[in-house]
């Protein structure tokens, strides 16, 4: 006996019901709100609903310690691709995120405590391990410098989407170096989730931060 099409109807809304039904209450005792990703973009933040794996190899820090993929489990990483002689732009951007972790001490010390800043130099001719060091802390004691050999610094800057290209002439210490101006957003599995983009708003950038991190 075939079911006519008000009863096949019928169930198919009611079954609809019960999987909101379903999902609704799996929220509520799941504990986490739900991310509104266009209020998200409002505050400066993109959001990917589905975060991209990325390869990782290590790079260099101070005193002769290297940055690894581990480093980025458990905790958000915020990713800048600068370097220490950049005239404006970097540390313009650094300087905003300084403001903003000094926002989010302020507003929920747990969740600062599990954003990292880390500032990747595509200038390693120039940019020492150590000398990053110096440079970050005088942002922010909690930010990290590291940087790596050009191959390293190419292959992991195109898989996340970050352009820099060396102008002038490197036989002196006059040149730059062109780059993007996102900061990259990684999630605490170590996948690329999304990135903040200037103009950086650092109070607003701190409260989606929270969210983010509440919701994750």
């Not at 589905?50 to 790079?59: D, G, I, Q, S």
């Not at 300087?95 to 001490?105: F, H, I, S």
Request: proline letters at 5%.
């Amino acid at each position: 006996m075939q079911m006519d099409s008000g009863v096949r109807k019928t169930v198919f809304f009611l079954v609809l019901a019960v999987a909101v039904v379903v999902a609704l209450t799996f929220n509520k005792f799941n504990g986490k709100p739900a991310l509104d990703t266009e209020a998200l973009r409002e505050q400066g933040v993109v959001w990917y609903e589905t975060p991209r794996t990325f390869v990782f190899n290590p790079l260099s820090e101070a005193g002769g310690e290297t940055f690894t993929k581990d480093d980025l489990q458990d905790n958000w990483t915020l990713m800048y691709f600068g370097f220490t002689y950049c005239p404006d732009i970097c540390p313009a951007t650094l300087a905003n995120m300084a403001q903003m972790m000094k926002e989010l001490r302020a507003i929920n010390s747990q969740v600062a405590e599990k954003v990292n800043v880390v500032l990747i130099s595509v200038d390693p001719a120039r940019d020492t391990p150590d000398k990053l060091a110096s440079y970050v802390d005088f942002f922010d004691e909690s930010f990290t410098g590291v940087t790596g050999d050009d191959a390293n610094l190419k292959a992991l800057s195109q898989q996340l989407n970050v352009a820099y290209a060396i102008v002038g002439d490197t036989e002196t210490d006059d040149y730059l170096v062109e780059h993007s101006a996102q900061v990259v957003l990684v999630n605490p599995r170590g996948d690329y989730q999304g990135f903040l983009r200037p103009p950086f708003k650092p109070k607003e950038l701190a409260d989606a931060m929270v969210k983010i991190d509440q919701a994750f």
